[in-house]
């Protein structure tokens, strides 16, 4: 696999999970590896979109694979499955209590769980987003 611990133990790998997520975000597409609009899907863990159709992209890095799946009608990131071993569940990471803070919507609570185990939830209260405007020496 390409990370070799999916930390923290039992989260099915919640920070590469984050890390894949941040990177897709940064490099354009053809830097990052194979990254392709999959159709459209149910958010598999998530009550609130339950009978909903979001749209897939699946993200594709040094044979690891990320399934992002967007709210279609405003563009919000609602889950990440995050396939870091394939001998493992994934990393499902659901994004809800969303507000708008400084123009974008912001996810104010992260659950995560790996396979039918919930691993825990995080409540966002605060959130920067760095604009590249400073850089380090």
Same mark, same amino acid.
């Given at each position: 696999p390409l990370f070799e611990h999916l930390d923290p133990i039992g989260s099915g790998g919640l920070f590469p999970a984050l890390w894949f997520c941040y990177r897709l975000g940064e490099l354009p597409a053809e830097q990052f590896g194979e990254v392709v609009y999959q159709g459209t899907a149910p958010v598999p863990y998530s009550p609130e979109c339950e009978g909903k159709l979001a749209d897939v992209v699946i993200a594709t890095h040094s044979g690891v694979d990320?399934?992002?799946y967007f709210d279609r009608n405003d563009g919000r990131l609602l889950e990440i499955e995050f396939f870091g071993d394939e001998q493992y569940d994934?990393? =499902? #990471?659901?994004?809800?209590?969303?507000?708008s803070e400084n123009g974008r919507l912001i996810p104010g609570r992260m659950q995560v769980r790996m396979g =039918?185990?919930?691993?825990?939830?995080? #409540?966002v209260n605060e959130f920067q987003i760095d604009n590249g405007a400073e850089t380090a020496p």
């Amino acid at each position: 696999p390409l990370f070799e611990h999916l930390d923290p133990i039992g989260s099915g790998g919640l920070f590469p999970a984050l890390w894949f997520c941040y990177r897709l975000g940064e490099l354009p597409a053809e830097q990052f590896g194979e990254v392709v609009y999959q159709g459209t899907a149910p958010v598999p863990y998530s009550p609130e979109c339950e009978g909903k159709l979001a749209d897939v992209v699946i993200a594709t890095h040094s044979g690891v694979d990320g399934w992002f799946y967007f709210d279609r009608n405003d563009g919000r990131l609602l889950e990440i499955e995050f396939f870091g071993d394939e001998q493992y569940d994934p990393c =499902d #990471i659901l994004f809800s209590d969303f507000r708008s803070e400084n123009g974008r919507l912001i996810p104010g609570r992260m659950q995560v769980r790996m396979g =039918d185990q919930q691993y825990g939830t995080f #409540i966002v209260n605060e959130f920067q987003i760095d604009n590249g405007a400073e850089t380090a020496p």
